[in-house]
């Protein structure tokens, strides 16, 4: 199959997608979006919202719909990296055996991240960046694709964890979740309390979701836009000569390199679920929020005036 029909069976297979989810998740539309834009690009999320939510809900439809086998770890502050990586036991012809931990799986839901302490959060990171874990000296690679949608709750932060910035950096979006309208909440109510239970159906398989990823990755993109997304980053760092006064004055710290990769990554998958067959600059601006948001630190200044870190990477536009 040509490139060109591939993308158009991607997009017709993603508004199917979309209208499967529809049957159990009521709004959320962007957070949607967010999450299989980064599942199609390689990249892991970070869901922000406060409890019930449906962020649980949201990563189990999502996972079903596309084939995916799915594992949810409740980080607590008592959990151990074995708890997650799985652990050597002695079995009864006294051999070591390595029993794997569910941290294999395609899509890892990890909830409220930041109660857990830093050793356990960064065997979670390792596994995120390499694909693989060590366990004893043994190498395991995990099974692709592979993600992790990790949620962080943004209230309660007595007996948390904060990740560090290093860590927050391995995730491709931060998608924060609000609370619904009125209309959704009262449909939410209507779903869930009634004797009718609604399931989805798998419309994808790994394989698959593989090869689509590997045709986002094969897009080409025009130096302008790969430009664009460069100096978008760049005007994040107080330090850089092409700072605007926004960010001098109210940004701690910028974006690194890895955000304009994920970037341009972000644009070419929606550019690609959109059928266009080449990112441009609105493309760019459309994911920036999401992978630029976790990334920049705002001063005191700043949230003693409250100015948004969303207002500040809007007015870089």
Not at 151 to 173: K, S, W
Not at 185 to 198: A, D, P, Y
Not at 228 to 237: D, E, H, Q, W
Not at 255 to 280: E, M, T, V, W, Y
Request: aromatic content about 8%.
């Amino acid at each position: 199959m040509s490139d060109v029909a591939a993308v158009e069976q991607l997009v017709s297979k993603y508004n199917a997608l979309r209208q499967e989810i529809k049957k159990v998740i009521v709004g959320q539309d962007e957070v949607v979006e967010q999450v299989l834009l980064s599942v199609f690009s390689g990249g892991h999320a970070l869901l922000i919202g406060v409890p019930g939510l449906a962020k649980t809900l949201l990563v189990n439809t999502i996972a079903q719909t596309l084939g995916l086998e799915f594992k949810r770890i409740q980080f607590t502050p008592d959990l151990m990296p074995s708890d997650i990586l799985g652990s050597e036991i002695l079995d009864s012809n006294r051999e070591f055996k390595f029993i794997k931990g569910p941290i294999f799986a395609n899509i890892i839901l990890a909830d409220e991240i930041n109660r857990t302490p830093p050793k356990t959060q960064a065997a979670l990171l390792e596994a995120m960046q390499e694909r693989a874990v060590t366990v004893a000296g043994q190498h395991y690679k995990l099974d692709l694709p592979y993600f992790v949608l990790a949620t962080q709750n943004p209230i309660e932060q007595e007996g948390t964890y904060p990740l560090p910035e290093a860590q927050l950096d391995r995730f491709m979006f931060a998608v924060n979740l609000d609370y619904p309208t009125f209309d959704e909440e009262v449909e939410v109510v209507k779903l869930t309390t009634g004797g009718v239970t609604s399931s989805v159906s798998a419309l994808f398989s790994a394989e698959e979701i593989i090869k689509y990823q590997q045709l986002i990755r094969k897009i080409p993109v025009a130096d302008n836009v790969i430009e664009y997304a460069v100096t978008l980053v760049g005007k994040t760092r107080p330090k850089s000569q092409a700072a605007p006064e926004i960010v001098k004055n109210y940004i701690d710290w910028g974006a690194g390199p890895r955000a304009s990769q994920n970037l341009i990554l972000g644009a070419k998958a929606h550019a690609a679920l959109r059928g266009k067959f080449s990112p441009d600059i609105e493309d760019v601006q459309k994911v920036a929020i999401g992978i630029l948001r976790h990334r920049l630190i705002k001063n005191y200044k700043a949230e003693a005036e409250g100015l948004s870190i969303e207002e500040i990477i809007g007015s870089l536009f």
